[in-house]
Nanobody, 124 residues
């Protein structure tokens, strides 16, 4: 079982990036994106249920970021628009075999499997 995150890079403020998280070995019930800036804890960005595609987002990214999935490719995406310097962080995708309860799905502990992270740098 492996999660492969990609798509990070350097972008100017106001720009866009699309991150990908490709799963191999199995399909998961729920995926999430977290970000971790230097010296900070890993923070919730958003999550998607594989069945039905329902999404939830942290307030800081609502209206700017969108999570989607491609069933055929077993891949989840994080479309990041209107990027800000404070979005600079390492972005990780996590996955869970079982669907976390809503009150827990923003916690790193809800996801057993993690990708290696992809770095997003937003310049001002």
């Amino acid at each position: 079982v492996q999660l492969q995150a990609s798509g990070g890079g350097l972008v100017q403020a106001g720009g866009s990036l699309r991150l990908s998280c490709a799963a191999s070995g199995r399909t998961f019930s729920s995926y999430a994106w977290f970000c971790q800036a230097p010296g900070k804890e890993r923070e919730f960005v958003g999550t998607i249920r594989w069945t039905g595609g329902r999404t939830w987002y942290d307030d800081s990214v609502k209206g700017r970021f969108t999570i989607s999935r491609d069933n055929a490719k077993n891949t989840v995406y994080l479309q990041m628009n209107s990027l800000k310097p404070e979005d600079t962080a390492m972005y990780y995708c996590g996955a869970s075999v079982n669907v976390p309860i809503v009150t827990f799905h923003d916690s790193t502990g809800a996801y057993r499997y993690w990708g290696q992270g992809t770095l997003v740098t937003v310049s001002s």
